[in-house]
């Protein structure tokens, strides 16, 4: 531990003034990562003990400023982070649908390293369940039921984040294929109907989302967007959706308005693709991971 606490002394109060910007802080951050990673409780009580008496006894002389010394405690913060999420067992629904590596990247980017499977027992033990995906779905649910993992996504207990078509299966039933799908939502799944020359189906882009619903409806209280406010922008791909309904939790309007994100108990789902939605896309990652 001492060696530790003397070498990030040397890494951070070895800058310069004005020279522990964003990027030291991230090569900081990147060094201290593997180290804190294995901390137990009083390990890591002793480290902040430690750094707290480094700061009372040197900021004066390092002259570090207000911007320095806050870099410095937001690496290390999210190397903390990152070490919680370490431990949590999240898998990533293994089936015939794209875009799944992109899930698995941006999960990777937070600090956690998913199991990427279709086995039955590994979902059922997973802490947190994504279950992503760009396809068809009639496809997509012949491939799910061969597999045994329709029943085992209707029947989870721990919290589980459907993505694009993983919405659109998580519901009743869909006009892709006239497919009958898992009835998690009590919702259909239409296609989308241009209604002027310039509505463009596929709805692909960015665009708003809104957490007030009609009037017939009170607002769901979803944990995915804590911190969240009205208009906030993310990135769509779809030809069909989910109208509005019960389970309703966020809302997008293209042509008409539509659920753009769906909760129930533990299920949750968004149409449009968090790992292609940049700073706001990963809040919704981590939100969902710190359910």
Known sequence: MKEIVKCYENKVFGARKNRFSLYSARLFELWLSPKVLSFGKNQINLFFRSLIRTFELRSKVLSFGKTQINLVFRSLIRTFARRKR?????????????????????????????????NPEQLQKADKVLFPGQG??????RYLKEHGLDKVIQDLRNPILGICIGQQLM????????????????ADVLRFKPQKHEDK????????????QNEELKPLDC????GFSEGEFVYFVHSFYVPIC?????????????????????????????EKSGSVGERIIKNFLEL
Request: charged share 15%; proline share 4%; net charge positive.
């Open 86 to 118: 370490k431990k949590m067992n999240v898998a990533v629904v293994k089936y015939n649908a794209g875009n799944i590596y992109s899930v698995i990247h941006a999960l990777q980017r937070l600090g956690v390293n998913p199991i990427f499977t279709d």
């Open 136 to 141: 068809e779905a009639s496809n997509a649910m």
């Open 171 to 186: 519901c009743r039933h869909s006009q892709e294929g006239d497919t009958e799908c898992l009835g998690i939502f009590d």
């Open 201 to 212: 189906v596929p709805h692909m882009g960015w665009n708003q989302l809104s957490f007030i």
């Open 223 to 226: 944990g995915l967007f804590k």
């Open 246 to 274: 019960k389970h309703t939790a966020a809302i997008t309007d293209y042509i008409l308005p539509f659920s753009a994100a769906l909760h129930k108990n533990n299920f949750y789902a968004t149409q449009f693709h968090p």
